[in-house]
């Protein structure tokens, strides 16, 4: 099976950086779609950042600018550096990717990383 294990979330104070990772594990032939998305409290699953298939990068407007989204194919691995943090961005982000194995291609979500930004 596949697997997608995030890290780097946390408590950090307006104006700080994070940086989340994603890495994916088990017998992957190819990775297309690649992305991160949060959910507040409340409030729907929104998409934050992608790297569709060929590695062309988009932003939702709220981050433009203080998030850059990147990836290391050789590690099948997914970043999401996070400055200038806000308390709007405060939310649990999940990491998702389209993966091509011997079932195919699938989508995987990351079991999500909280994101808590205190004033």
């Known amino acids: 099976q596949v697997h997608l294990v995030e890290s780097g979330g946390g408590l950090v104070q307006a104006g700080g950086s994070l940086r989340l990772s994603c890495a994916a594990s088990?017998?992957?032939?190819?990775?297309?779609?690649m992305g991160w998305y949060c959910q507040a409290p409340g409030n729907e699953r929104e998409l934050v950042a992608s790297?569709?298939?060929?590695?062309?990068?988009n932003y939702a407007d709220s981050v433009k600018g203080r998030f850059t989204i990147s990836r290391d194919t050789a590690k099948n691995a997914l970043y999401l550096q996070m400055n200038s943090l806000v308390p709007e961005d405060t939310a649990v982000y999940y990491c998702?990717?389209?993966?091509?194995?011997?079932?195919?291609?699938?989508?995987?979500w990351g079991q999500g990383t909280q994101v808590t930004v205190s004033s």
């Open positions: 998702n990717f389209n993966v091509f194995s011997s079932s195919g291609w699938n989508a995987y």
């Open positions: 088990g017998s992957i032939w190819s990775i297309g779609f």
């Open positions: 790297m569709p298939n060929g590695g062309r990068t």
